[in-house]
């Protein structure tokens, strides 16, 4: 099979799983998601820079009865029943500023003469709704729980025109308890069957606004004038919180009450002039509702909250972090929709089947196509655009489907990488599997992406080595069961070997209790250096708590000792033509091997050499001296790494003082490390320092004897 046939039929296979994705995704399962969309998008919009919506242009006003109503004189302890005179007191302030029609998005089902000596007490209320009645300026709000339906005392409802002028609050719910349409007709069917359908609150106001007879149309959009209303299906309007209909200036009961009775007539004049007034409760727990905006809501008011007894605005009171929205929200969002035209329009649903393809194909084929990098490139470039597009749709009303796309074209993805991993790539995995065993991962993976390479050629390039070493391992052999000495063993390096990984180290050898491990090679690390030390700090935790816990267990298992240099080193593949080893070789490497053993003498764990440390980014440790280790001419700085900040920052500032005197050869150094080593005894390079200078050498130059 030729190249490109075999190309060709790669795609074609993309193509099928992409077909079949989509085809699943189309399943009823998956309705919910694209509900999910418009609160993801909303969310997405918001999160982008711009200028925020003005609160000056909407139609749409609250009256809040809050939280500071109810804790306030003469409010303050009474239920909304007794609030009659106040209630006409705002709606008369209100209606003689010049608004348009008041809604009440609350129900007093009872009323307070019923229950106090003075049956005159809603007076005053029933002469507001009378008056407003006249004017077509008021809709009072019913409910229906189940069968139930709350209404208005029959006194207020037949004072303010009856059924004309009562409108349901009722919300749809979507199946995930999350508010995203405000309905615009209910249908309504009488005792003999026949069906009629019954305006909103929300269209009713918008109605009453506009002088406009609404029109229902056969297939549940609206129709106001000769306009087609965007965003109202199903007699409903999908709510959309951006723009000006997502900022509803906002009037606390109480300051209005107040502004009133000062009688402040411009300041209702101002602010209410020609608006749709909704009363309603803006509360910490009260009428809350789950709603598309519950990603980008902190649970305060939808908007401004503006003052009249303050000098200035006042900004919203700052209410706990949550998802909800007061109803009376809701409703003043459905009645800007509506006027404005701007709610949500949504693909229908089959037009929805034939969106999840496009990107669904385009991940399918890239996948199958490139190598992973390039392909999960594509895909996230797909992704950014479709969620580019999707946020640029909505700016203009109009939800473009994103999460039914978006998890098509990752199902695509998964399921076209699993049939190159089943089939399509064996000739790759089976010369994974042929060098994994003895070749470092990292080296697999080149080899793997460039099989050419397999004939390695040695270069010369800087690198980190790392030597560790098992004390007592000789001993721990002949005293151990074989079969437990060796799965011991092997659990120890296991781990270490793991960690060196995990560093970005390529496991050279492993020569029976020691490992020899390479930072930067085969591939390139500019911080060889940092992960060097990093690693050997890691390893050393771990063989100290491996050591512990096996002696309290009565296995004499010794400490590990870690020695790490840097420098330059041949490396490539010195295994001739019947032996693929890939390995280094050099003084560099030489020099990490001297360091590790000379630990036994310094009594450290862990000796770095000057080269690394000048490497490393940053290091904190002590000098443990310059050591002309055995074999060589030239002194090597050497280091311990600080393991231990806690209990070891104490220590290490003492030594650096101790230190100071005796690379000055003052005669108080050997004094210091006694004091030290007083403090200290359990410190094995102290100690090495004072046997030293007590037997007469001074300095920090220390020849080494032993390897």
């Known amino acids: 099979m030729t190249i490109q046939n075999r190309k060709l039929r790669h795609v074609l296979l993309a193509v099928v799983c992409a077909l079949a994705v989509g085809g699943i995704t189309s399943l009823p399962v998956f309705e919910r998601f694209y509900d999910l969309d418009i609160d993801i998008l909303h969310s997405l919009q918001r999160a982008l820079p711009g200028d925020g919506p003005s609160e000056a242009t909407s139609d749409v006003v609250i009256v809040a009865l809050d939280e500071t109503t109810y804790a306030t004189p003469p409010f303050a302890g009474l239920p909304k029943v007794m609030w009659t005179p106040q209630i006409a007191s705002v709606q008369n302030a209100i209606l003689a500023g010049g608004a348009r029609v008041i809604g009440w998005d609350f129900i007093l089902p009872t009323s307070a003469a019923t229950y106090v000596a003075d049956k005159n007490f809603d007076r005053p209320l029933l002469k507001s709704l009378a008056s407003a009645k006249q004017k077509r300026q008021i809709v009072l709000g019913t409910a229906q729980l189940g069968e139930t339906v709350i209404l208005p005392h029959r006194l207020f409802s037949w004072v303010a025109g009856g059924a004309s002028n009562l409108r349901s609050l009722n919300v749809n719910t979507d199946t995930d308890g999350v508010v995203r349409k405000i309905p615009t007709y209910f249908q309504i069917r009488d005792a003999d069957g026949n069906i009629s359908f019954a305006p909103s609150m929300a269209l009713e106001l918008a109605a009453r606004k506009t002088g406009i007879k609404p029109v229902r149309q056969t297939d549940g959009r609206l129709k106001l004038g000769p306009t087609i209303i965007h965003g109202v299906t199903n007699d409903a309007v999908i709510l959309n919180f951006s723009g000006p209909a997502g900022q509803i200036p906002t009037y606390s009961f109480v300051d209005l009450y107040r502004c009133g009775e000062a009688g402040n007539s411009s300041f209702f004049r101002e602010h209410f002039t020609a608006k749709v007034v909704l009363f309603g409760l803006v509360l910490d727990i009260e009428d809350r509702k789950l709603s598309s905006n519950r990603l980008i809501t902190s649970g305060g008011p939808v908007g401004p909250v503006i003052s009249c007894t303050q000098s200035s605005s006042r900004k919203p009171a700052t209410h706990a972090p949550r998802s909800t ?167 120890y390096l296991d781990k270490m070997a793991k960690i060196a990984k995990r560093h970005g180290g390529t496991i050279d050898k492993v020569v029976g209790d020691a490992l020899h491990i390479i930072f930067s090679a085969p591939v390139s690390q500019s911080d060889h250096a940092d992960r060097a030390v990093d690693c050997a700090l890691e390893m050393d935790a771990f063989a100290t708590r491996f050591a512990t816990e096996k002696q309290a267990e009565g296995i004499p298992f010794g400490h590990t000792r870690i020695g790490v240099n840097s420098g330059t080193a041949i490396i490539g593949n010195f295994g001739g033509d019947e032996y693929f080893d890939y390995t280094a070789h050099g003084d560099a490497i030489n020099t990490a091997a001297r360091l590790e053993s000379v630990n036994k003498q310094l ?89 030293r200078l007590n037997s007469g050498q001074t300095g920090a130059t220390i020849h080494m004897k032993d390897k």
């Open 603 to 691: 009594g450290t764990r862990i000796a770095v050499s000057g080269e690394t440390v000048r490497r490393c980014s940053s290091f904190s440790g002590r000098p443990i001296g310059n050591l002309i280790l055995k074999g060589k001419t030239k002194p090597t700085e050497v280091y311990e790494p600080i393991c231990n900040k806690t209990d070891q920052l104490k220590l290490f500032a003492k030594y650096a003082s101790a230190y100071d005197l005796m690379e000055r050869e003052e005669a108080e150094a050997a004094d210091a490390f006694s004091a030290l080593a007083k403090e200290f005894p359990d410190d094995g390079l102290t100690r090495f320092h004072l046997s």
């Open 325 to 491: 929205t007061s109803g009376v929200y809701l409703h003043a969002i459905a009645v800007n929709n509506i006027l404005r035209g701007d709610g949500i329009e949504m693909i229908a649903p089959r037009q929805r089947l034939l969106l999840a393809l496009p990107l669904a194909l385009l991940i399918a084929i890239a996948t199958i196509s490139f190598g992973f990098p390039s392909a999960i490139m594509s895909c996230l470039l797909g992704v950014a655009a479709w969620t580019g597009s999707a946020i640029l749709l909505f700016d203009q009303n109009f939800a473009l489907p994103l999460l039914i796309p978006l998890g098509a074209g990752l199902a695509s993805f998964v399921l076209v990488l699993g049939l190159r991993f089943v089939f399509l790539d064996r000739d790759r995995r089976f010369l994974r599997k042929a060098f994994a065993s003895y070749v470092a991962p990292a080296l697999v993976d080149q080899l793997v992406e460039n099989p050419d390479q397999l004939k390695l050629r040695g270069e010369r390039r800087e690198m980190t080595f790392l030597f560790t070493d098992l004390a007592g391992f000789t001993s721990l052999i002949e005293q151990q069961d074989p079969e437990e000495a060796v799965s011991l063993l092997n659990v």
